[in-house]
């Protein structure tokens, strides 16, 4: 709706490039960070600084959150000076990645307060968020979702996936099982071929045109693993979290998750070899560590 104040909690590594984006597109924005750094380009920029999550919601006609763990988003949203306790923000969009359970819970605690939530967690990394290319995943009301779509198309393309809470969590979970799957077995794969002696250029190039293909070895081996950089942009720590959260909600659900299980314990390695904050790329490294061998081009 024209003239709508937008909160948006969580203005970091993916917030922080949404955020800027609404601004481009004439939004007014109240912003808050736990990080004040966060905030500062935005507020240059013309957006307000809320002093807390409840000031956000105080001030906002909808908030967005962009949040690293279902913990803090439970946190930000329920708990003492959250956004349940503002006085004015009606909508509360979530852009993190939390997971079905905690998207019910949250949403059934809203509700009771007459606040709708969205589930829309995103896809497609801080270039996407920078571009306006992401993957926006939601799930909501439809009518809510009508009055939040013009401001959630600002971020990427919009993938509706119907109204009950958590859909949306359910769908982009099982892409980052998808992404980081085709990582550990692209490592393995390629250090393989190495090690017999195939260059890992040559072997990409073989794998992209061919049917092994897939995002790892079209995207995340030219850009970060055979260039040494492992600096991908997606930490260890989040995707672990995100493995761990899909497999555990698959198999409460009564779903097999045999090899999701295995992706889980080889992001559980890396974590505890490299720390949370690692690239996720470094999954590639453990591998090359128990091969012994280094997925690099002869001349690079």
Request: glycine residues 12%.
């Amino acid at each position: 709706m024209a003239g709508e104040v937008i909160g948006f909690v969580g203005v970091g590594r993916m917030g922080g490039p949404m955020a800027g984006r609404l601004i481009e597109a004439g939004h007014k924005l109240v912003v808050f960070d736990a990080q004040n750094s966060a905030t500062t380009p935005l507020v240059d920029r013309g957006a307000q600084l809320g002093s807390s999550p409840q000031d956000v919601a105080s001030r906002a006609d909808i908030v967005l959150v962009s949040l690293p763990t279902p913990d803090i988003v439970k946190s930000v949203v329920l708990g003492e000076g959250g956004l349940i306790h503002g006085s004015r923000a009606k909508v509360v969009v979530d852009l993190s990645t939390t997971g079905p359970s905690t998207a019910a819970q949250v949403a059934g605690e809203l509700a009771k307060k007459g606040i709708d939530w969205v589930d829309c967690p995103v896809s497609g990394g801080i270039a996407g968020a920078t571009n306006g290319t992401l993957a926006v995943i939601v799930s909501g009301r439809k009518p809510v979702y009508e009055r939040v779509e013009p401001i959630l198309k600002t971020f990427g393309k919009l993938f509706f996936t119907g109204e009950k809470p958590g859909l949306a969590q359910s769908a982009k979970l099982a892409n980052n099982l998808l992404a980081a799957a085709a990582l550990v077995i692209t490592s393995e794969g390629m250090a393989m071929a190495v090690k017999s002696g195939v260059d890992a250029k040559v072997m990409i190039d073989i794998i992209n045109v061919s049917s092994g293909r897939n995002s790892a070895s079209q995207d995340k081996f030219p850009k970060a693993v055979l260039t040494r950089t492992f600096d991908f942009g997606f930490e260890t720590g989040l995707s672990y979290k995100d493995v761990r959260l899909c497999v555990d909600e698959a198999e409460a659900m009564g779903v097999p998750m045999v090899v999701g299980a295995a992706v889980r314990q080889m992001l559980a390695v890396t974590q505890a070899k490299f720390g949370p904050r690692s690239d996720f790329t470094s999954i590639a490294k453990v591998v090359e560590e128990w091969a012994g061998v280094e997925i690099k081009p002869a001349n690079p």
